[in-house]
């Protein structure tokens, strides 16, 4: 058993360690607002206060602690994209996923057990080679591997044979991995709240005070405040909270749909992602297979699911892994998607001096959470755009500078 | 599953049609500037409250639009584009 | 142990016994069975051992819920005991045993539990090292978690999708939806009832005294023939607009109702105290269900805790049945249970005011501590309360509350065409169930336009002593269950709360409460009063978590149904399958890859493209997309589509189609066939067409141009004879078009008749050979397919695979879109600016080509070979002082040419012919080559036009 539960199991009482303190009352003012307390803003705080001394900050939360895309994401981890912008940025990501449970002494599980992603067209097949040359290049661990070495990484899989949907061949990534979602939010809470950054829950943000190209004042529901620097990081309502300072950012907000089964003991290790399919599996450490897919084909705020989605992911999952036909799933659940053009994020500055954005995080979020809040803290600490963070600019629409990341996996998580 | 009512073959399950986004106005490329002109290409309206859009029922090619609440899913109304036309 | 006599055991046929086997030994029950009754008949009570603590645990409700009754079959890993029948020769195991059941090596799990915290898993299994939770915690928690094993070779089983419309559907088959089906149904309404049991009734096959009652009900539905009665079928969600899906077994049926009524009832609440889980710890509907449904006793002594009236009727059941009743504890202050009460006394029954504290037993209840008594028993009945089947309605948009004065969760149902009835809307009397479930029907049949009548509403004497708010205490030695699927405590909820999970969904989450089998059906009530406690706040503020689909679990394979991946075919597939070829997956296609034997490809693919190169080859092009654009202002259209002009393109000739989208990124390419002043016959690749065509149509939605666009893929075939000799096939071929050379110049168009056969011909090709495409309704094709290959026979036709055609291009430089362009490739950067207008006022793409254009051009396609040993790949980086600028799009060896050639982007100042540029082989070798123009073969393009 490890040391650590002793000092449950030998202690009379339950020892607290208080990881979310109560919301406490507004102060008049702050160094910094963030604006959502999701993985992202909770990131943040902790990298701003443990790394640039910077604890006079709030983060307002308008429901729970990390209720939103945080809680609602199938946790993929990898950096597999196209873009060389990109996959230095999820590259750093995932190192910091690593290291992560040190870090925030609080276990996030990262299991990095690598994900598999299966092509069943040569065009596929040819995109994956060109993921792969460019994660080579920029010192990833990615690989196109064929249908022989498929079968190796994952036995039960239906090759589908001379069928239509044949696997000829997959792309490796065994950096590829998932954490547990709630667990990354909750250890940074716990590190920004011990740095003195306070955490507002049932804080509603709504609207800004501006002046001279400035947000002077956040207006909430528990009262108006005073911001030095002010971000944006609300996943789904990205869109509409910039837009209440005035900022119109190219987003479209579709719901993501996932679901999941009863547990079983273990049988999948790797994750396992059909681009023809729009589906992928995985199976978490709690023994559920997590299913999940492209996002909805319009556009909507609202997180109902439909039983439409659920059996396109069932087809999917049951032509992959025919014998999953007897389990029984568990629940179906829905997210709300802020999709840009480009299927990468925006981040860094926007037409107000002292607001920056995290916005734009599509199906792609989770897996950036630590890199973002990393950046995004030194961005605000030094009032000027991280190198690493200037190619996701919102300029980049009007400048034609797209970083395309479309096609990149069932659902470009 | 939701049922959208189409202008020309009446109330249909949703999963007979598809999304081409919301409407758009088309400006006029001799005169718009670059930077109205991609904020025309890049932006589209994703207000949390009614938004107007384009469908396709697939089985009949035709399109027409809906007017649909983004964050109810409620229709409004959906329409025939020649109302648009109309309007101009 | 004997069954108890008829009419006990309802479900049980006495004349077939069934003989299965659970861990190892045999056991005997009825057809009709379950498998926990027929265990339970035959002694065995424990099922199986908890998830965390390996607890012995057996059946608590018999309604199908909790992770307790999940057992292992050979074909399903997560079978529920208390729902799924006994089959002949069934072998059972149970689940979370290591070991033995009766001997579980984990057992001494149990008294570790105070080293195993809420939530200790965040605080623990990080070292030593950083990969030691993918090495080495992960893969114990793996093992220990789960719950069934996956047959990895479950044989295929059929399962089936239909659909079912109805005016209303029922969903419940107790009182209330009974007496709801039968009043729509009488009002004219076409019904549908939906029972999850096997039978109808609900709770009146159970509940103590319902017998005429159920048998009134079932007389009247049965004889409505607008009534359509489903057992065995549960409603398992609700999706927008009355979507609603039943699972009957294999079978889904996707029902879309005008009117839903919701009669779920309600489900028995269990009671928290210490070993609360024991087996032979259960509620009293269970111990009804036991008896009613299958003749069995659950026991010999039982003490009860009766806190409703419904608890007494259990004490009275069971008294009736033989069972002892120990004692009964009615925990109400001052509670009585009135003239029940009496009756029981007067049979002998001890009452007494108080509570079960705390159960005990090794692995089955031996005794239960009331008052500070300990009470012998081998049975331990509660009977506290409901919680009503809030799954549903909270799909359906329904917001749950909490009435501190009933202590019960109260719905309130959206403004949609949904109603409740009976149990779920809190109602527990027969005429208030009954009334409303009449009351729900007429406001259906309103809503229908249907004459109605007035139901008085009824008040209802049951619903404020249906449920009591038993007083949750943390037992100071824990082992007092709020979720019995996720082995959590009282104190787990409230220390969760004290880290500072204090919202109940971050209960939920940190302490995993709810989120097991049962998705808080037995836990959800107690932790929201348990939350509400230890945050100082009402129920109602805390509430529960949103329920979300499905109602129950239901398999994926019922989800899926019976589905078949599309393949698309051509005309001529048999004919290529005739002539060996190698036919291929290409999008929804299947084509040939080339023609002959597999083990020979290389050879004949080279052969293929020498016989194109030196005498004449004929492709399959019958993939390819083609549509009609029709109208007077289809030249004009055609304008606005593509970046070409169209409108003084003559009648009998062909242009070639670029398509850009608005951002300026090209997308498709193809060409236009003018057959008359109103009428342009378009190709589009394969993949693209249906978007071409969907495009073309919403872009006409709003110019609304007097044009038709027609998708005639499907109905062209179409084939393409190529080469040099390519002239003396289609003259000798009988026709009425002239294919002399002066006849029928390079990019004319001609339409007559080949081998009897309508065609369309032109001069079109992707070889750079002299070339005729003919297209023929796909009717047609195998006819004036066979009349190609007979007159080519002298001229030694041949006909080729895609590989040949891909490598036939690539020596021509020809692009395909897809794979030398992506989402981003505008036709500057495919050197393409010869095929966009520059005169043309607008078309689709133009005004971002031109701010594009002045941006200067990022990179370019160029042609690249390599002759050395290093030869890149497809996908291979192009860089740039070691930063990748592009990559190489195709790449293939020119038989024509003996070497390889290659398509790629270059950085746009590298784009000038000879400028060497650096591509990175797949294996990290550095290969140098020259740029050069995308035609590698015939560049002046003088073969075509032979």
Redesign the interface.
């Known amino acids: 058993m490890p040391l650590r539960l002793l000092k449950y199991g030998l202690s009379k009482d339950y020892p607290v360690t208080g990881d979310i303190p109560a919301t406490p009352d507004l102060k008049p003012s702050y160094d910094v607002v963030i604006v959502g307390g999701g993985g992202h803003g909770l990131a943040c705080a902790h990298y701003l206060s443990k790394y640039h001394g910077i604890t006079n900050v709030a983060v307002l939360e308008k429901g729970y602690l990390a209720g939103g895309n945080t809680a609602r994401n199938t946790t993929t981890i990898r950096s597999n994209y196209i873009t060389k912008e990109g996959i230095a940025f999820y590259k750093e990501g995932v190192q910091l996923y690593e290291e992560m449970s040190e870090e925030l002494d609080f276990n996030v599980m990262f299991s990095q057990r690598g994900q598999l992603t299966l092509a069943h067209t040569e065009a596929t097949l040819r995109s994956f080679h060109l993921r792969a040359e460019m994660g080579k290049h920029a010192g990833t661990n990615i690989e196109v591997v064929d249908a022989q070495t498929v079968k190796e990484l994952s036995p039960h899989l239906n090759m589908d044979e001379g069928g239509p949907l044949e696997i000829i061949g997959g792309l490796w990534h065994s950096d590829g991995g998932t954490a547990r979602h709630d667990a990354v939010a909750w250890g940074y809470a716990a590190q920004a709240s011990r740095r003195g950054v306070e955490i507002h829950q049932r804080t509603e943000v709504e609207g800004f005070d501006i002046e001279a190209g400035n947000i002077t004042k956040v207006r909430t529901n528990r009262g108006t405040i005073s911001a030095g620097q002010v971000m944006i990081a609300v996943g789904g309502m990205n869109y509409d909270m910039a837009l209440k300072a005035g900022v119109e950012l190219p987003i479209r907000c579709f719901p993501l749909q996932a679901m999941v089964t009863q547990p079983l003991k273990p049988w999948l290790h790797t994750l396992v992602s059909s681009v023809s399919l729009h589906t992928y599996l995985v199976q978490s450490s709690r023994g559920e297979i997590v299913i999940g897919g492209g996002s909805d084909p319009y556009q909507l705020y609202s997180t109902r699911s439909t039983l439409d989605m659920k059996e396109h992911l069932a087809e999917g999952a049951t032509h992959l892994f025919p014998f999953l036909h007897g389990v029984r799933l568990l629940r179906q659940w829905a997210g709300i998607t802020d999709m840009t053009p480009d299927y990468s994020p925006i981040m860094g500055a926007s037409p107000l001096k002292n607001l920056w954005l995290d916005c734009g995080w599509g199906t792609w979020g989770f897996k950036a959470t630590p890199v973002a809040g990393k950046y995004m803290a030194q961005t605000i600490a030094n009032q000027k755009v991280a190198p690493m963070l200037e190619p996701f600019t919102m300029e980049r629409f009007a400048t034609f500078d797209l970083l395309n990341e479309m096609g990149a996996t069932a659902a470009s998580h | 599953m939701k049922i959208l009512t189409c202008p020309m073959n009446g109330p249909r399950n949703i999963n007979e049609f598809q999304s081409f986004g919301p409407l758009k106005a088309n400006p006029d490329p001799e005169t718009t500037s670059d930077q109205d002109w991609a904020r025309h290409l890049f932006r589209a309206d994703n207000t949390r409250g009614v938004i107007v859009e384009w469908w396709r029922h697939v089985p009949s090619n035709y399109f027409f639009l809906a007017e649909r609440n983004a964050t109810t899913n409620e229709v409004i109304r959906t329409f025939d584009p020649s109302e648009l036309e109309a309007a101009q | 142990m004997t069954r108890l006599p008829a009419p006990y055991g309802s479900r049980i046929n006495r004349a077939k016994p069934v003989r299965f086997s659970f861990e190892n030994k045999p056991f005997e029950g009825f057809e009709g069975d379950v498998i926990a009754s027929a265990l339970a008949a035959g002694g065995q009570w424990m099922l199986s051992r908890s998830f965390k603590y390996h607890r012995p645990r057996g059946l608590m409700s018999m309604a199908g819920a909790e992770a307790d009754t999940?057992v292992q079959l050979p074909?399903?890993?997560?079978a529920q005991a208390d729902l799924t029948p006994v089959t002949e020769g069934l072998k059972v195991t149970a689940q979370n045993v290591n070991g033995s059941l009766e001997n579980d090596r984990d057992a001494f799990m149990d008294k570790?539990g105070?080293?195993?915290?809420v939530g200790?898993?965040?605080?623990?299994?990080?070292?030593p090292a950083?990969?030691s939770?993918?090495k080495l915690w992960?893969?114990l928690?793996?093992?220990k978690?789960?719950?069934?094993?996956?047959?990895?070779?479950?044989p295929?089983?059929d399962?089936e999708k239909a659909n079912l419309y109805c005016d209303v559907l029922v969903v419940g088959g107790g009182h209330a939806g009974l007496a709801a089906a039968i009043e729509a149904a009488q009002g004219g309404a076409d019904v549908i009832l939906a029972e999850m049991e096997p039978e109808l009734g609900g709770a009146l096959t159970y509940r103590r005294g319902s017998d005429a009652m159920l048998h009134d009900l079932l007389y009247q539905a049965r004889k409505l023939p607008n009534l359509r009665l489903m057992t065995g079928t549960t409603v398992n969600?609700w999706?927008?607009?009355n979507?609603l899906?039943l699972i009957q077994g294999r079978k889904l049926f996707?029902t879309?109702a005008q009117e839903v009524i919701l009669a779920t009832g309600c489900i028995e609440q269990p009671a928290i105290f210490r070993n609360n889980d024991l087996p032979g710890v259960m509620l009293g509907s269970a111990a009804q269900r036991l008896m009613r449904h299958y003749a069995v006793k659950p026991g010999s002594r039982a003490a009860m805790m009766a806190a409703n009236p419904d608890g007494y009727r259990v004490a009275l059941d069971l008294l009736e049945a033989g069972v002892e009743i120990a004692l009964l504890a009615d925990p109400r202050p001052g509670g009585s249970g009135g003239g029940l009460a009496d009756d029981l006394r007067a049979k002998g029954v001890r009452i007494v005011q108080g509570q079960f504290e705390e159960a005990r037993g090794k692995s089955h209840v031996s005794e239960v501590k009331i008052a500070g008594e300990w009470v012998p028993c081998d049975l331990a009945v509660v009977s506290v309360g409901y919680a009503p089947m809030w799954q549903l309605p909270c799909h359906a948009g329904a917001k749950l509350g909490y009435d501190e004065d009933t202590a019960q969760f109260s719905l309130t149902l959206p403004d949609a065409p949904i109603g409740a009835a009976g149990g779920v809307a809190g109602l527990f009397g027969a005429e208030a169930v009954a009334a409303s479930a009449q009351s729900a029907a007429q406001t259906a049949l309103a809503r229908l336009g249907k004459d109605t009548r007035d139901i008085a509403p009824v008040p209802d004497s049951e619903a404020s002593l249906a449920n009591f708010e038993l007083p949750v205490n943390a037992n100071p030695k824990g082992k007092d269950f709020i979720d019995r699927d996720e082995d959590l405590q009282v104190?787990d909820l409230q220390?969760a709360v004290?880290?500072?999970?204090?919202?109940l969904?971050?209960v939920k989450?940190?302490s995993t409460v709810g989120m097991g089998?049962s998705?808080g059906r037995h836990s959800a009530l107690a932790t929201a009063r348990t939350v509400a406690k230890a945050t100082s706040r009402k129920v109602a503020e805390v509430g529960v978590t949103t329920a979300?689909?499905?109602f129950a679990?239901?398999?994926?394979?019922v989800?899926?149904?019976h589905?078949h991946?599309?393949?698309r075919r051509s005309a001529l597939h048999q004919e290529h399958i005739r002539l060996g070829a190698d036919m291929r997956?290409?999008?929804a296609w299947?084509r040939p890859y080339f023609y002959g034997p597999k083990t020979d490809a290389k050879r004949l693919i080279e052969e293929e493209v020498h016989a194109v190169r030196n005498g004449v080859g004929v492709l399959d092009v019958s993939t390819l997309g083609g549509l009609e654009v029709r109208g007077p202002d289809a030249g004009e259209f055609l304008n606005r589509i593509y970046t070409m002009a169209y409108k003084k393109q003559p009648v009998g000739r062909c242009r070639y189609c670029l398509m850009t989208n608005?951002?300026g990124t090209v997308i498709d390419d193809g060409v236009a066939y003018r057959l008359a002043e109103d009428l342009y016959y378009v190709t589009a690749t394969t993949?693209a067409v249906a978007r071409v065509?969907?495009d073309m149509?919403?872009w006409n939605?709003?110019w609304?141009l007097d044009v038709d666009v027609l998708n005639v893929t499907a109905a062209f075939s179409g084939f393409n004879i190529t080469g040099p000799k390519a002239r003396a096939i289609v003259e000798a071929l009988e026709s009425d078009i002239d294919f002399s050379r002066d006849g029928f110049a390079y990019l004319d168009g001609r339409e007559g008749t080949v081998a009897g056969v309508p065609v369309r011909a032109m001069r079109i090709g992707f070889t750079g050979e002299l070339s005729y495409e003919l297209h023929c309704p796909s009717t047609y094709a195998k006819t004036l397919w066979d009349a190609v290959m007979q007159a080519g026979v002298t001229h030694g036709l041949r006909p080729y695979g895609l590989e040949a055609s891909r490598i036939l291009r690539l020596e021509k430089g020809h692009i395909l879109i897809?794979?030398d362009t992506?989402?981003?490739t505008s036709p500057d950067e495919l050197g393409f600016g010869w095929a966009v207008s520059k005169t043309k006022?607008?078309f689709v793409g133009?005004?971002?080509i031109e701010?594009?254009r002045n941006?200067g051009l990022p990179r370019k396609l160029v042609g690249l070979t390599f002759d050395g040993p290093d030869v890149p790949?497809?996908?291979?980086?192009v860089?740039k002082d070691d930063?990748?600028v592009g990559?190489v799009t195709s790449v293939l060896w020119s038989p024509t040419l003996n070497t390889h050639i290659a398509l790629a982007y270059v950085h746009g100042d590298d784009a000038a012919e000879g400028t060497p540029v650096t591509v990175?082989c797949?294996n990290g070798a550095r290969v140098t080559a020259p740029v050069r123009g995308h035609a590698f073969f015939d560049p002046d393009n003088k073969r075509q036009e032979l």
């Open positions: 999940l074909s399903d890993p997560n570790l105070r080293f195993m915290p200790f898993y965040y605080r623990t299994f990080m070292g950083r990969s939770w993918l992960e893969p928690i793996r093992k978690a789960g719950l069934g094993v996956i047959d990895l070779k479950a295929h089983q399962y969600g999706f927008e607009d979507w899906p996707k879309r104190k220390n004290k880290e500072g999970y204090s919202e969904e971050l989450r940190f089998p998705q979300r689909p499905p679990p239901e398999t994926l394979g989800l899926s149904g589905h991946p599309a393949e997956p290409v999008g299947r608005e951002m993949g065509y969907s149509l919403f939605a709003q609304r897809g794979q992506d989402a981003l006022p607008f133009k005004r971002a701010m594009r941006k790949g497809e996908s291979c980086l860089l930063i990748p990559h990175k797949r």
